[in-house]
């Protein structure tokens, strides 16, 4: 063993291995390194916001005051979106994108490792201060995670300034990750590595990057504008002095429905590596896929309003947002039908990766059926600020964007790590959390259908056993959590001697699939050259 | 490697063009303020179009086929303790038609105070053709402290307002204006004092 770690150095004369101690995570500038911390962060943050929504769950677990006050209870539904969003989906979507753009496109870091340590490392700071308002003599963010005006400006408590730093900080963040991201896949790609050649994943990122720098700057510039109003005596939001709480809503939301694919896009990339890898067959129509998503995202800009139908807005522009909206499920059913095909026929093996993309793919169209509904104007009448919009957003965020994040770790541990997760323990985490899941947000579909708003801490007692239902599902998930949190600690710091083939699964293809696993600290110094379509079968 | 410095070059050009996008979006963020402005007026959206002086058309025809009941309302923002309501709660109107309605206004604050009332109209395919040539709401208003007042609106519909328009609705929200003084005289124009 010592011998080839002489060997290595004696071949590799500027690889040195990792600094030692807190140094090496404050200092580094590694591309596996900050992957790294992206997934820690983003995995401790899942179980704080995770403890906030079982707080939100107990309280509903029946009606009337079961355990917080409903001061509190808004807290706790804001501080858990906002966690979950800005501090879960995003950092992991970005860890996953820091540790594997580089290995597959067979770049040996990302093009800014400076920029890159710091892009994360705002993201505690901001993260703490966020959090730090519940520790405040005043309430914490209580206007839910959308901030509307005038919730967040008039009559937004104090710690609303925390908040608005917090999110120019975090945004300051994901913008410096995504130009990062896309000058590494346009200036690092190894020779032969054409734009058609590239996995789907890149591609994924690649245009979620760019919807990032587009309206990530927009959410910079709307929270700005609640500080100007909030402290410098300008009035964008308060009608007052001559401004408009709608407009509000549609900077926010200019910003917050391409958001929606920023959070789901690299999860369709991730989807897409892993489906041929268990089906043992290429993608099915790698190009549509690629201008599916590229449609997917043009589109995303254009359809904001159909958050704001019933704000008022004249008929012709609702009747638009609907139609543009409609549009979006053309190149999604595209990609539905191209994982169906992939699978159609594969020689398909169920391993956990596979049973997570498999569970994504029916729920989350699920999800989008749902999201059709409320796209529709007049069934959008009565469905809006209800608990079916509460189901529709966790079936597309839960089943769609954590599970492929969930998918992207079992699949790609092993490579990370160099040791096999277990498998047993890593089933019986997706068959609990597909059952915890279905049985938290099935039931709020009916329960908003029947009219109980959402944002709510106390409700009719009609809907008292739905929401039972839902609290001992989320419970049921909560607890299946911790498992998988066990299996990435186990794989991560188990001391028998990996012994995982470089491949790892038996049909996966692609460059990270060269690498030895676990995967040294240094990768591809001297690019790979491509000479065939590495993802052909 | 050794395409290195060409490679960092490009990195260099990306950068800057990147980055001019990144601040591109954060200004287009504060153009959209003045846009949603001019779309709200030319649609009537949120009583945009209402706020300012229209002009009559001279060869305008009362349209007396047609009658719209026109509805009016008030509402008091937040805890500003005024009377304010309209003398009539709604008039009938033909299209073309020049009316002239008051709203009393009481000023029970305690106090002398700037308010505006903020008009909306709906339904909203109609909202921009409720024109007015003179309103109270136009501009911000003083009141003494238990100053009582009756305040003008002269309004119209133009006769292009849709056919299948039968009532309209011309709401206001009174707002304390404490915070957004404009620097102008005291403005009274057509109050009634009582
Ligand atoms: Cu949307």
Redesign the pocket.
């Given at each position: 063993m010592s011998e080839s770690i002489v060997l290595d150095h004696a071949t590799d004369h500027d690889d040195h291995g990792p600094a030692k101690g807190f140094t090496r995570w404050l200092f580094t500038t590694n591309h596996k390194d900050i992957g790294t911390l992206y997934l820690y962060f983003s995995l401790i943050m899942f179980f704080v916001g995770g403890i906030m929504a079982l707080i939100v769950r107990a309280e509903l677990l029946e009606p009337g005051k079961v355990l917080i006050n409903p001061e509190f209870f808004n807290q706790m539904t804001t501080m858990h979106g906002l966690i979950m969003v800005f501090g879960v989906i995003m950092p992991a979507m970005a860890g996953l994108a820091n540790w594997m753009i580089p290995l597959m496109i067979g770049a040996p870091d990302m093009a800014l490792p400076r920029l890159n340590n710091w892009s994360f490392w705002l993201l505690p700071f901001a993260f703490t201060m966020l959090a730090s308002t519940l520790f405040m003599s005043g309430p914490a963010p209580d206007f839910g995670w959308t901030f509307y005006a005038p919730l967040s400006t008039t009559y937004g408590p104090k710690s609303t300034d925390f908040f608005i730093f917090a999110i120019h900080m975090m945004g300051i963040s994901s913008i410096m990750a995504s130009l990062n991201i896309v000058v590494t896949i346009f200036n690092m790609r190894a020779p032969g590595m054409g734009w058609m050649n590239l996995p789907v994943f890149v591609w994924g990122w690649l245009v979620t990057a760019f919807l990032l720098l587009a309206v990530m700057p927009v959410l910079a510039g709307c929270v700005t504008m609640m500080l100007m109003d909030r402290h410098f005596h300008t009035s964008f939001f308060d009608a007052a002095g001559g401004g408009d709480p709608s407009l509000f809503q549609h900077v926010f939301?200019f910003f917050?429905?391409p958001e929606?694919y920023i959070l789901i896009l690299p999860g369709f990339g991730v989807i897409s590596e892993i489906i041929p890898t268990f089906s043992r067959k290429s993608l099915f129509g790698y190009r549509f896929m690629v201008v599916a998503t590229v449609i997917i995202a043009l589109l995303?800009l254009v359809?904001?309003g159909?958050?704001m139908f019933t704000t008022g807005a004249p008929l012709e522009a609702q009747l638009y947002f609907m139609y543009a909206?409609m549009l979006i499920a053309v190149p999604t059913g595209i990609k539905i039908f191209n994982w169906v095909a992939t699978i159609f026929k594969g020689s398909i093996s169920f391993e956990t990766p596979m049973l997570f993309a498999l569970g994504f793919l029916v729920m989350f169209t699920l999800g989008g059926f749902s999201g059709l509904m409320l796209g529709l104007v007049p069934a959008d009448y009565q469905y809006r600020d209800s608990y079916f919009v509460v189901a529709h957003f966790h079936y597309v965020l839960v089943s769609g964007s954590l599970f492929t994040i969930i998918a992207a770790v079992y699949y790609w541990l092993p490579k990370w790590s160099g040791h096999m997760y277990s498998e047993k323990l890593g089933q019986i985490h997706f068959w609990l959390t597909v059952i915890g899941m279905n049985l938290t947000f099935m039931p709020m579909h009916f329960l908003g259908l029947a009219g109980m708003p959402r944002r709510i801490p106390d409700y009719a007692l009609q809907f008292t056993d739905f929401n039972q239902y839902c609290t001992v599902g989320a419970f049921i998930f909560g607890f299946a959590q911790l498992i998988f949190l066990y299996i990435i600690l186990k794989s991560c710091f188990s001391k028998d001697k990996g012994h995982v083939s470089a491949q790892v699964w038996e049909g996966a293809k692609g460059l990270e699939w060269t690498l030895p696993s676990p995967v040294p600290y240094h990768t591809f110094a001297t690019p790979p050259v491509i000479t065939t379509g590495h993802r052909e079968y | 490697m050794n395409t290195k410095i060409p490679a960092t070059k490009n990195n260099k050009r990306l950068i800057t063009i990147l980055v001019c996008g990144v601040i591109f979006m954060f200004g287009f963020c504060y153009m959209l303020v003045p846009l949603y402005n001019i779309v709200c007026k030319q649609i009537g959206f949120n009583g945009k179009s209402a706020n300012s002086a229209t002009l009559v058309n001279p060869n305008m025809q009362v349209d007396t086929s047609r009658t719209i009941k026109v509805d009016f309302s008030t509402t008091m923002h937040g805890n500003l303790n005024f009377k304010f309501i309209p003398l009539q709660r709604h008039i009938e109107v033909h299209p073309g038609e020049r009316k002239l309605i008051y709203f009393y206004a009481e000023n029970k604050t305690g106090k002398d105070i700037t308010v505006q009332a903020i008009p909306s109209i709906t339904p909203n395919d109609a909202a921009r053709f409720l024109k007015k040539t003179e309103c109270f709401c136009f501009t911000q208003q003083y009141f003494f402290k238990g100053e009582k007042a009756d305040m003008p609106v002269y309004f119209f519909i133009d006769p292009a307002v849709p056919k299948e328009t039968k009532e309209m609705t011309l709401s206001y929200t009174l707002f304390d204006e404490t915070e957004f003084i404009k620097k102008q005289k005291h403005f009274t124009k057509g109050r009634i004092d009582l």
């Open positions: 939301w917050g429905h929606v995303g359809v904001w159909h958050h909206t | -």
